[in-house]
């Protein structure tokens, strides 16, 4: 308990000395100072698109063995979980990899929203196996610690500590040479396919955080939507507010004119870089998806219109949420997930207390979204009207309302939880979300609106109950 308190200090006075402007979105390292003696910031001039070759189609996982052989796989290491392993996208997976004469090994001691050890587990199995290419086949946290087993086999000198995200840890740039990896995702949410991020439980600190590098992204990004029609209500419920979520939060980024400072070398440039007209394409065209078939995916699970067009959405919003980034919903979800008491949600099969991301990401977003609207009003009231909401008569000045009531309205008819109570908090932990949510500045200094603790906390006990 002492090592644990001494390291929330650490963290604490880290965040405290750093510059909480927004612009500042590469994570510590920033002495603040009075905005009126500040140096005048070096902000960015150019955001780059980079996301991972996408195939989508129903039935494409079959073609998973050619494109192994194409690139010469000798010895493949397959990540899924236990409960997949015995289901239809891995009986697909094997059979195309045995029919293309591919050595494969099957790793699915996966831990639902992982955490440090169950990625240190997963490392070490792929340290040990000598393999020159991955294949991940499930949700987020299967593709995530698969991005970590190839970070970590490709570098087998590098702390744990060395790639995780500043200031929690050293954040430094991926320079080794990682193997092929080609991910199968089987759920309609992280959009974890396209993106360089791994994203774990830091038991220590009670807290998420993450790993996030280009060099993460996947090879390929094989998209099925017959997968998805395998997804229980509430997985494809929680899984569509984390689409939902990473398209408003990416669309109502701070632009990436306004990041600050402007890399010494463009790969230093962060895979997070602020709103941008490309991306915005992505995420709006998103959210209209989720406007016309998220609740018809959720309740109707044999809809295969509305579950395909679902699952191409996350895919879609992680294009768009790989480059922008994300902001304070995610930053503020970390530390509820990592603060989980008793909470094991319906159609999840596990054995220790959960939040899933998505849950705990749109627990906060009616009072995110409040907050950050006088920044960007009119990005706001376009996010609102993409999800469906009339706002010919609105005014500027009500856009967070506006954009929150109508998040509530998805929640209510989603029959999601009534916020953190509901989720076995009280009043009581705030402190301790705030203290979680502080060093996240990955995410937190992209908000279009800079936050003090105050705020944070005004924030979770707004979400205390949302509907």
């Known amino acids: ?12 006075s880290v965040s405290s000395a750093s510059c909480r402007c927004p612009a500042h979105s590469c994570g510590g390292g920033h002495t603040f100072v009075p905005h009126s003696t500040r140096a005048t910031p070096t902000y960015d001039y150019a955001f780059e698109m980079a996301c991972s070759t996408v195939r989508y189609g129903p039935g494409v996982t079959q073609e998973v063995g050619q494109d192994l052989a194409a690139i010469g796989a000798k010895n493949v290491m397959v990540v899924t979980d236990k409960i997949l392993a ?31 050890k169950s990625l240190k587990a997963a490392i070490d199995f ?28 490709s570098d087998p000198e590098a702390d744990f500590m060395d790639y995780v995200n500043a200031p929690i840890g050293k954040g430094l740039p991926v320079t080794a040479k990682l193997a092929p990896l080609i991910a199968v995702p089987t759920t309609s949410g992280t959009g974890s396919e396209t993106t360089g991020v791994v994203v774990f439980d830091l038991e220590a600190l009670r807290t998420k955080t993450g790993i996030a590098n280009r060099a993460l992204r996947p090879t390929l990004g094989i998209v099925d939507p017959l997968h998805s029609l395998l997804m229980p209500e509430r997985v494809a419920t929680y899984s569509g507010f984390d689409v939902l979520c990473h398209a408003l939060e ?92 008793t909470f094991k949600p319906n159609d999840y099969q596990v054995d220790h207390a ?114």
């Open 1 to 12: 308990m002492p090592g644990r308190q001494r390291a929330f200090n650490l963290l604490k």
């Open 126 to 153: 792929a340290k040990k196996g000598n393999f020159d290419a991955y294949l991940a086949v499930g949700g987020g946290s299967v593709m995530d610690t698969c991005k970590a087993a190839n970070l970590y086999a």
């Open 86 to 116: 015995g289901l239809k996208p891995m009986a697909t997976v094997a059979d195309s990899l045995t029919r293309n004469k591919i050595n494969f090994t099957v790793f699915d001691d996966i831990r639902i929203e992982p955490t440090d």
């Open 250 to 341: 990416s669309y109502t980024a701070i632009p990436y004119t306004k990041r600050s400072p402007r890399p010494e070398h463009p790969q230093l440039r962060p895979a997070y870089q602020g709103s941008n007209p490309i991306s915005d394409v992505w995420a709006t065209h998103a959210l209209a998806s989720l406007a016309k078939y998220f609740k018809r995916s959720v309740y109707n699970p044999d809809d295969v219109e509305a579950r395909s067009q679902i699952h191409l959405a996350s895919t879609i919003a992680g294009v768009g949420f790989g480059n922008a980034g994300v902001h304070l919903c995610h930053g503020m979800s970390y530390p509820i997930a990592g603060c989980v008491k």
């Open 354 to 467: 959960i939040i899933p991301h998505g849950l705990s990401v749109v627990m906060t977003a009616p009072a995110v979204f409040t907050f950050t609207a006088p920044a960007c009003p009119d990005r706001h009231l376009e996010g609102a009207r993409l999800l469906g909401a009339d706002v010919s008569k609105a005014k500027r000045e009500d856009a967070g309302l506006i954009l929150a009531d109508m998040l509530r309205k998805y929640m209510s008819d989603m029959n999601v939880d009534n916020g953190l109570s509901a989720l076995g908090f009280t009043k009581d932990d705030i402190p301790e979300l705030v203290k979680g949510t502080l060093p996240q500045h990955r995410v937190t200094k992209l908000a279009s609106r800079e936050q003090s603790e105050e705020d944070l906390a005004a924030m979770f006990e707004n979400s205390m109950t949302v509907l």
